[in-house]
């Protein structure tokens, strides 16, 4: 059974401070992916990993930067929080290919304030 | 980059009755289109997928179509049940993308007894 957990469930931070999230799944899988959900919005990618130590930029990568020492583990980070970034977080890993699911973390509801 | 656009963002339907969800996409290079549902306050989760060499594919109650000339794709639900109430997303995957999806805006299925 894929298992795909994050550090938190619920996160409070105040703005200007530096916030880490982090993912760990434990499925071998080559992809790692860092979303934002917003009401109406959708599913955002912010960063995606398909290997150790490579990333690429998603849709709105702006304020974020991530970190894939390891295979298993990926890190999101803001480096100075603000308010525009209080959301729902969620990770996912995944096979490397086009076809192959994404299982998603139950997600990190970040306030920020 | 591709884009792709989901409707209606609502949609009632009373039990038993049919729910069809259309999405569109922009390139015409996306070859893999997964339609993932999300139950309030879980994690999204694959619940079928279609690639573009094929027009349709079924699964119970649940069905994809594909239209590649006219780039959209449909999620069709017959004779709902209360537990089909959730958001459902639509994604379209380019070949080259490495597994990155790109999401629509999400439907919110309520299904009234």
């Known amino acids: 059974d894929v298992k795909v957990t994050q550090s938190s469930r619920y996160l409070v931070k105040r703005t200007g401070e530096k916030v880490f999230l982090e993912c760990v799944q434990d499925?071998?899988?080559?992809?790692m992916f860092w979303y934002r959900q917003d009401p109406g919005l959708g599913l955002r990618l912010i960063y995606f990993s398909y290997d150790v130590k490579m990333k690429e930029k998603g849709d709105i990568p702006e304020g974020y930067s991530v970190s894939r020492e390891k295979k298993e583990r990926f890190s999101l980070i803001l480096e100075s929080a603000s308010t525009n970034q209080t959301s729902m977080y969620l990770c996912a890993s995944s096979r490397a290919g086009i076809s192959y699911e994404q299982y998603f973390g139950p997600g990190t509801r970040l306030t920020v304030t | 980059g591709e884009n792709v656009e989901q409707h209606p963002s609502t949609l009632s339907v009373q039990e038993g009755d049919s729910a069809v969800i259309k999405c569109t996409y922009s390139d015409s290079a996306s070859n893999y289109f997964p339609w993932y549902k999300q139950e309030l306050g879980k994690r999204p989760q694959l619940i079928i997928d279609?690639?573009?060499?094929?027009g349709e594919k079924k699964d119970q109650r649940i069905a994809v179509t594909l239209n590649k000339t006219a780039k959209h794709f449909s999620l069709h639900i017959t004779e709902t049940q209360p537990e089909d109430s959730a958001v459902y997303f639509c994604a379209a995957a380019l070949t080259d993308s490495w597994g990155k999806l790109q999401f629509g805006a999400g439907t919110q299925v309520v299904v009234t007894p």
């Open positions: 279609i690639r573009s060499n094929v």
């Open positions: 499925m071998d899988h080559e992809n």
